[in-house]
């Protein structure tokens, strides 16, 4: 049986599907169409239901959740990986309200944990991730949310951090923070669904056992990001919850999706949410 799977460029993704899509583990008779995207783009994408398989930031989840339902497997949450909030000169936290803020996309649990955090930051533009690095430094925005590999660059660039909008989840919140997920269609028999967990599941075990298997693939979409980088991407953003997300993942989902509810009020979340 083919599926459409989408999911996007970064090492974190490419690390954890190489074995899936390479047939390097058993696929269950599953073969994959491949869709590589940026995760804003994918979150658009899942809004018309045409992919089988796909990433999508948890902020975008809440808003497709009749069409689709979440892999155990797959899904990036942790612990001090949460997106960045920096300037280039220094800001506090009271200046927050009145800044241009350049966000990866409307739909990201990026611009989702700002206005959570900072209910009063009304002027958020979207940019793709990898462009608001340079819009900050070039004044054309006055803050911006990095996600991704920014974290890793952004001082070497002379940019300032104002928040960690990660670390201020956790001190709130008590839970890790909930990035992203791995999500089925919901129309697809039941039987398929289990499937598609199981074999993702053993494409990330095979990856983490074998992390060497996976570099070429990864470092090909990878763009210009140096290898010590492409590294602490993956260190970062694949771990325990990515094998298996767990009660403690699940609970920490629900908690961020009921907190979801201040800022997308219409949203009413289909259940179950997990596979």
């Known amino acids: 049986m083919k599926l459409q799977l989408c999911f996007s460029t970064c090492p974190n993704d490419t690390f954890i599907f190489d074995a899936a899509v390479h047939h390097k583990i058993d696929t269950e008779g599953l073969e994959f169409d491949i869709y590589m995207a940026d995760v804003e783009e994918l979150n658009r994408y899942a809004f018309s239901a045409d992919a089988d398989i796909t990433k999508l930031s948890f902020n975008a989840y809440a808003q497709v959740s009749d069409k689709y339902i979440i892999l155990n497997s797959g899904s990036a949450l942790g612990r001090k990986n949460g997106p960045l909030l920096v300037s280039k000169t220094k800001i506090y936290y009271d200046e927050v309200k009145d800044l241009n803020i350049a966000v990866p996309g ?145 609970e920490a989902i629900e908690y961020f999706i009921e907190k979801l509810k201040n800022i997308n009020a219409s949203d009413e979340i289909c259940r179950p949410v997990f596979v």
């Open 106 to 250: 409307k739909n990201t649990t990026a611009a989702a944990l700002l206005q959570i955090l900072f209910p009063q930051a009304k002027t958020l533009r979207e940019y793709l991730f990898s462009d608001i690095e340079s819009a900050v430094l070039d004044g054309e925005v006055d803050a911006g949310v990095l996600i991704h590999e920014g974290r890793f660059t952004y001082k070497r660039k002379g940019l300032k951090l104002i928040a960690d909008l990660g670390e201020l989840w956790e001190s709130e919140s008590n839970r890790p923070v909930p990035l992203g997920c791995i999500a089925v269609k919901r129309s697809l028999p039941v039987e398929i669904r289990q499937r598609v967990d199981a074999v993702l599941r053993k494409s990330v075990e095979f990856a983490i056992k074998n992390p060497h298997e996976s570099m070429p693939f990864v470092r090909r979409h990878a763009q210009e990001m140096d290898d010590e980088t492409m590294q602490k991407h993956i260190n970062l953003f694949v771990n325990d919850f990515t094998v298996n997300i767990g009660s403690q993942g699940k």
